[in-house]
């Protein structure tokens, strides 16, 4: 099992920049990729950003791509989602998830924290 704990959320003006951390603990040995996901308020929760956590190999929706960075401490079982630019569009919950190797699916799922962009 791993267990997913985010932090960092809260709000924000429209423009600034925040940073997201979200720790691993567990059998984070057996973690293929990391991502980001994230809810807004009555939409389906959307891809934002992954990476690789042996290469560090990113990958990044486009509505984020030239504004977030996401990026991984192995020795801190950590994962980072550095937003700048943020704008109110970027209000959501943003999720921690983790992939095993060889599946397509999300195996397990932080709790959330709550970015909120005012205008």
């Known amino acids: 099992q791993v267990q997913l704990v985010e932090s960092g959320g809260g709000l924000v003006q429209a423009g600034a920049s925040r940073r997201l951390s979200c720790v691993a603990s567990?059998?984070?040995?057996?973690?293929?990729?990391m991502g980001w996901f994230r809810q807004a308020p009555g939409k389906e929760r959307e891809f934002v950003a992954t990476v690789s956590w042996s290469g560090g190999s990113t990958y990044y929706a486009d509505s984020v791509k030239g504004r977030f960075t996401i990026s991984r401490d192995n020795a801190k079982n950590t994962v980072y989602l550095q937003m700048n630019s943020l704008k109110p569009t970027d209000t959501a919950v943003y999720y921690c998830a983790a992939q095993l190797p060889f599946t397509t699916n999300w195996q397990y799922w932080g709790q959330g924290t709550l970015v909120t962009v005012a205008s």
């Open positions: 567990g059998r984070t040995s057996n973690i293929h990729t």
